[in-house]
């Protein structure tokens, strides 16, 4: 919920906001109305993948700047 | 056989123990949040996935698990509720954007302790023990440069398993991830610092409050885009 009210108020602010988060958060912040959500198939702590993987860190932020990008109001899975 | 039934903890108490009680363990406080049936299964089938692990040694089916129940059991959590909010374009191409990074994962630099509630070097065991008087609190924003070291970098979270971020710091603050791609010429330009809270912290202050602050102090920084991570 903490991030979904500093996404509401930078966005009001002219600041374009991305989020990623864990599938366990989806519903809160879908309640919340946010901008952009990225949501990842990875448990509570690590919404970027496993320690070490850069890789998958990687995909993960291309995946979330490709929102910001976009241009529109949008919710999306990484699988 | 004899039993003591009128010692003998209830399956309900068990399961809400993981949550704040006297076997808290992050990653499943969500068992708080179960009827007691869907609990039950979370336990049968976790330990059937073990058995097989036992002969596979594949943690995955595992970890697929654990994911799939934190989920459910917080898949009717709902808080805050709005029909819309608001909604800023990102005004010119990623690769011309200023960027920066702001987290609820609870770090910060050493030499730079917050000190919840004046606190000198709080433990994680006693930040989790004081989850009450967090969620209370306005909260404390941390710069974070995109240059720290890992070894310069700690968190304190009473609300999350803490152990993957002191692990690899990258899978919820990903300061080097950024840095890279600022590199490579994606991301056009970042903020000096990144920035981090804790939070488990007051959502009235936070929205009324903190948030605004932090909103100002963003806006000199002429920043065009936000990467928000929750944990």
Redesign the interface.
Known sequence: MSVGHVARLLEEAGIATVIVAVEAFRARLESMAVPRLLVTPHPMGRPLGPPGDHARHREVLRAALELLERGERSGTVVG | MTTDNSESESFEAFKNSFSYGSRTD??FK?LKHLPAEDAARFFQDLLWKLGKTLDDADATPL?DH??EW??R???????????????????R??SQSRLTL???TGHFVAGHDPEPFGVKEMTQEEAIARIGDFLKAA?DLSPIPFNTPPDQLRVRHGG??????Q??P???L?LA??R??QQDG??GSLTDTAYS?V???A?TR??TQS??A??DM??PQE?????????
């Not at chain 2, 059991?73 to 005004?91: I, N, Q, V």
């Not at chain 2, 920043?223 to 944990?231: F, G, I, R, T, Y």
């Open positions: 992050l990653n969500f970890i654990v994911r934190q989920s059991g917080y898949a009717h959590f709902t808080g805050f509720t709005y029909d819309d909010g608001p909604f800023t374009p990102l005004a191409p990623l702001l987290t609820s909260p999350y398993d803490i152990r993957g971020v692990a690899d990258a899978v919820a990903p991830p950024l890279e791609l994606t991301i809270f939070g488990a912290t959502q936070l929205l948030g605004p932090w909103v963003l806006r920043v065009d885009a936000a990467l928000l991570v929750p944990v």
